[in-house]
Structures are given as structure tokens and as C-alpha cells.
């Protein structure tokens, strides 16, 4: 396979910190162009963990954003910060941002608050969102609903068919990572199914989730293959025509212009 993007992963995580750059290399190996590194790190104050991989790959894009686990830690300073990273020509997106009611690690008003203050921030940026949405999809519904007027990316979409024409709906294109592969996850293949062909992405979320069948070990980009091999035998078509597309949407998306 080539011409394929991980629109999703944390390649600043400490399990890459051994053999981050043969990671890499395998990436390329595997067909994978480009990634989109995550930048949420361990939260406020460091916002440059993606940041500092984009620097050093040209290949490699970043988002910046705090975390809803990491809500509690945003203070006046992040903001201002995360304004001025906003316009770093390799930052594609503002994320992965949103709620997680899961964990609760933060109190759940500071993270509706963060996750406002962000939108407003990429809102003026006019670059993209990466919504993370853990078990309070109302909640991240009706904030969007309100505050969101742009695009976006709904990362590691695990909701059911309603759930993905919600987000469709709304202009959101959805990103499909490990769990599609999963014997369980039927709904999510639904979902799969019926999200059209232009609002499709893939991604990693590595090291977490990885697909069937390295389920269990540790994720990297190169094993996004897995995941589009899996959508294609879901939509009826080849490997090739899910990897051109959601390189096409990728492009389209985060990086409009080029
Ligand atoms: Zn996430
Ligand atoms: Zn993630």
C-alpha cells in the first residue's frame, strides 16, 4: 500500500522513546506518507510535545490542545500559548480536544470550560478540530452545537450508526482506528459503512488500540494497513481506493491550499 496518513498518533509517547526513529522508518515502509502527531502530551504546561516532532521530520505534521484529562491543569498562560502555536506553519489542528466522563481526571465543568476556550482559539485560527469523546457524546453534541462552526475530526470514532450521522451531520468527518478490527465492534463497522467516502479518515491513537492482529501489543503507524484493509472489505472496495481517499479527505481537511 502507499499514499497512506495516521491522522491520529502520540509519537511523543515515552513507549516510543527506545526506537522512536525505526517506528518512523517502518511507517514509511508500510505506505504511510504522512502523520499527524498528537500533542497533548501530559498536559499543560509543556504544549509542544508534537511540535518538536514535526520540527524534525517533514513528513511528520502536529496538532496542539490540551486534553479533557488534563482540563485542570489549563491555566490564563496556556491559552495565550496555545494562541501563539496556533499559527506554527505545522500545527494542522487544534485537538485532540473535547470531553472524557469516563476517567473524569478532570472535574467536569472545568473540562466543558477548557474545551469552550479551545474552540474560540480555533475558531481564530480557522484551522481544524480533533474532537476526543469519551462516554458524554450529548455533552460534546450540544457544545458544538453552540460554540463550533468549523471542521473536524471525530478521533477514534467507536459510536454507532446514529451517533456517526449526528456527527456527519454537523460536517464532521470521522476517523477510524483499531477497534473497526475488533470481533465486537460490529456497531462501528456500521458506522463505518455509512459514512460517505469523503468524510472517511484513518489513524493509529498509537501506542493504544492497535488492530487485530497485533491487538494487545503495542500500536504504531504502520499498522493503520490493518485498519484500511478492514474498511475496505466493510465498503466492498480495494485497500488503494480507502487510501486514496482518506489522504485525499486528510489533505482537503488539514492542509487545505497545498
Ligand atoms: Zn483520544
Ligand atoms: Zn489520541
Known amino acids: 500500500m502507499t499514499g497512506l496518513v495516521d491522522s491520529h498518533c502520540h509519537l511523543d509517547d515515552s513507549k516510543f522513546d527506545v526506537d522512536r526513529e525505526q517506528v518512523i522508518e517502518r511507517a514509511l515502509a508500510a505506505g504511510v506518507e504522512r502523520m499527524m502527531a498528537i500533542g497533548t502530551g501530559d498536559g499543560p504546561p509543556d504544549l509542544e510535545t508534537a511540535v518538536r516532532q514535526a520540527d524534525r521530520y517533514p513528513f511528520i505534521y502536529a496538532t496542539i490542545g490540551v486534553h479533557?484529562?488534563?482540563?485542570?491543569?489549563?491555566?490564563?498562560?496556556?491559552?495565550?500559548?496555545?494562541?501563539?502555536?496556533?499559527?506554527?506553519?505545522?500545527?494542522?489542528?487544534?485537538?485532540?480536544?473535547?470531553?472524557?466522563?469516563?476517567?473524569?481526571?478532570?472535574?467536569?465543568?472545568?473540562?466543558?470550560?477548557?474545551?469552550?476556550?479551545?474552540?474560540?482559539?480555533?475558531?481564530?485560527?480557522?484551522?481544524?478540530?480533533?474532537?476526543?469523546?469519551?462516554?458524554?457524546?450529548?455533552?460534546?453534541?450540544?457544545?458544538?452545537?453552540?460554540?463550533?462552526?468549523?471542521?473536524?475530526?471525530?478521533?477514534?470514532?467507536?459510536?454507532?450508526?446514529?451517533?456517526?450521522?449526528?456527527?456527519?451531520?454537523?460536517?464532521?468527518?470521522?476517523?477510524?482506528?483499531?477497534?473497526?478490527?475488533?470481533?465486537?465492534?460490529?456497531?462501528?463497522?456500521?458506522?463505518?459503512?455509512?459514512?460517505?467516502?469523503?468524510?472517511?479518515?484513518?489513524?493509529?491513537?498509537?501506542?493504544?488500540?492497535?488492530?487485530?492482529?497485533?491487538r494487545g501489543k503495542r500500536n504504531e503507524p504502520a499498522f493503520v494497513v490493518e485498519t484500511v484493509r478492514r474498511l475496505a472489505e466493510i465498503r466492498g472496495c480495494t485497500p488503494s481506493e480507502i487510501a486514496a481517499a482518506t489522504t485525499a479527505n486528510f489533505d482537503r481537511l488539514c492542509r487545505p491550499g497545498i
Not at 479551545?118 to 460554540?147: C, F, M, N, Y
Not at 471525530?154 to 475488533?182: K, N, P, W, Y
Open 68 to 214: 479533557p484529562h488534563d482540563a485542570a491543569k489549563a491555566s490564563s498562560d496556556t491559552f495565550a500559548r496555545l494562541r501563539a502555536l496556533a499559527a506554527h506553519p505545522k500545527v494542522l489542528a487544534i485537538g485532540e480536544i473535547g470531553l472524557d466522563y469516563h476517567y473524569d481526571f478532570s472535574p467536569r465543568d472545568v473540562q466543558r470550560q477548557v474545551f469552550a476556550a479551545q474552540l474560540e482559539i480555533a475558531g481564530e485560527s480557522g484551522k481544524p478540530i480533533v474532537i476526543h469523546t469519551r462516554e458524554a457524546w450529548d455533552d460534546t453534541l450540544a457544545v458544538l452545537r453552540e460554540k463550533w462552526r468549523g471542521a473536524g475530526i471525530m478521533h477514534c470514532f467507536t459510536g454507532d450508526e446514529q451517533q456517526a450521522r449526528q456527527a456527519l451531520d454537523l460536517g464532521f468527518h470521522l476517523s477510524f482506528g483499531g477497534v473497526l478490527t475488533f470481533p465486537r465492534a460490529e456497531a462501528v463497522r456500521q458506522a463505518a459503512r455509512i459514512t460517505p467516502i469523503d468524510q472517511l479518515l484513518v489513524e493509529t491513537d498509537c501506542p493504544y488500540l492497535a488492530p487485530v492482529p497485533h
